[in-house]
């Protein structure tokens, strides 16, 4: 009932509010968000002229086919174990075992289409799909790392004796 009126909400304040413009939105709304563009919104860091560290609001080049002008709830965000504070999305989280457990809970995969878009577009670029990870998750949740790994997703750098010789 809750993710249900905060998407009433998101779709009046939108309404009251405009558009939604990324580089407008606060630091804590911003990571898993979409901008009334379509393009995800995306938390960077950067040094000012002080020394310290600080963070900024960015529109993303990566467009959302389905979603426009959305700020994920707190209720996806616990769910699927992600963080608003989040600078930077990677595979990396797709190789820890808690991680996956929670993208692959029903509870997130089936209530949060966001989230579990974002993510299965970095499996894909991996060479997995999200859909046949959580199907081991759910089956053997022991295998879900074993399994994104023998993929070919994620392998680490090699040394020069271990690459392959050009001829």
Same mark, same amino acid.
């Given at each position: 009932?809750?993710?249900? @009126?905060?998407?009433?909400?998101?779709?009046?304040?939108?309404?009251?509010?405009?558009?939604?413009?990324?580089?407008?939105?606060?630091?804590? @709304?911003?990571?898993?968000?979409?901008?009334?563009?379509?393009? +995800?919104? @995306?938390?960077?860091?950067?040094?000012?002229?002080?020394?310290?560290?600080?963070?900024?609001? +960015?529109?993303?080049?990566?467009?959302?086919?389905?979603?426009?002008?959305?700020?994920?709830?707190?209720?996806?965000?616990?769910?699927?174990?992600?963080? +608003?504070?989040?600078?930077?999305?990677?595979?990396?989280?797709?190789?820890?075992?808690?991680?996956?457990?929670?993208?692959?809970? +029903?509870?997130?995969?089936?209530?949060?289409?966001?989230?579990?878009?974002?993510?299965?577009?970095?499996?894909?670029?991996?060479?997995?799909? @999200?859909?046949?990870?959580?199907?081991?998750?759910?089956?053997?949740?022991?295998?879900?790392?074993?399994?994104?790994?023998?993929?070919?997703?994620?392998?680490?750098?090699?040394?020069?004796?271990?690459?392959?010789?050009?001829?």
């Amino acid at each position: 009932m809750a993710f249900i @009126l905060f998407i009433l909400l998101s779709f009046l304040l939108q309404g009251a509010l405009g558009e939604l413009v990324c580089e407008e939105l606060s630091i804590g @709304l911003c990571t898993f968000s979409i901008g009334s563009s379509g393009k +995800r919104c @995306l938390l960077e860091n950067y040094v000012d002229d002080n020394g310290n560290m600080e963070y900024q609001c +960015r529109t993303s080049e990566i467009v959302v086919k389905s979603m426009n002008g959305f700020i994920e709830s707190d209720e996806c965000m616990n769910a699927c174990g992600v963080h +608003r504070k989040s600078v930077g999305i990677s595979s990396d989280s797709l190789l820890e075992p808690h991680f996956i457990a929670k993208l692959c809970s +029903r509870l997130c995969y089936n209530n949060c289409p966001n989230i579990v878009d974002l993510y299965q577009n970095i499996a894909i670029g991996e060479g997995v799909y @999200l859909a046949d990870l959580c199907e081991v998750q759910r089956n053997m949740p022991r295998r879900a790392v074993a399994h994104f790994l023998s993929s070919g997703a994620a392998s680490g750098p090699i040394s020069a004796a271990e690459a392959p010789s050009i001829i």
